[in-house]
């Protein structure tokens, strides 16, 4: 894995599991070492990631895309694009960037578990496993994966299935996680529950 892709990922993890302070010295560090480089497709990566962290949605969206313009392969670009306009509530066109991500850069297991994630926000958890299960395939290790298809699986009345995927994200979660692996447990619990009071 390149430096550059590395540092994404670990910023990545950073943003979903909450530790804010280390993907603010992440995305600062890659802003640096791009600017070192001369790299402008990462300048103004990191520079979005950054506006996401300030909270500036709408400036994140004009980096993410002079990040497409010099890089039209940056599928992280499009999916971060793309999470901005769910976040500024514009759900429908967001599902385009997504795409776009997918069609330039299929390896990036990322964008379909954010894709997966968006539509079974919406309420598609049907369509939404299809995407989990993509990102699966490419990153077999991806616990918050298993966590959202777990999610799904419940939504759906799998119940059986839901506990086992939530099951499998409890034993890759990082133990200083703590309070995901907490919400985890809990959920867990609830489904034990009413697996029993079904049967």
Known sequence: MSESRDLRKRLDEAITYGNFELARSLALGGLRQSQREGLLGEIEYFKGQIEILNGNHYEAIRHFDLAIQYNPRDGAAFNDRALCMVELGIIEEAFYYFDKGIEVEPDYATIYHN??????????????????????????????????????????????????????????????YSEIREQIATEIEMLKMKLQYLS
């Open 115 to 176: 894709k997966g994630w968006l539509l079974n926000k919406i309420g598609r958890p049907r369509e939404a496993i299809e995407y989990f299960k993509k990102a699966l395939a490419l990153e077999p290790e991806r616990a918050v994966t298993y966590e959202n298809l777990g999610n799904a699986l419940a939504k759906l009345a799998d119940y059986q299935g839901a506990l086992s995927t939530y099951q499998k994200a409890l034993d890759l979660l990082r133990s200083d």
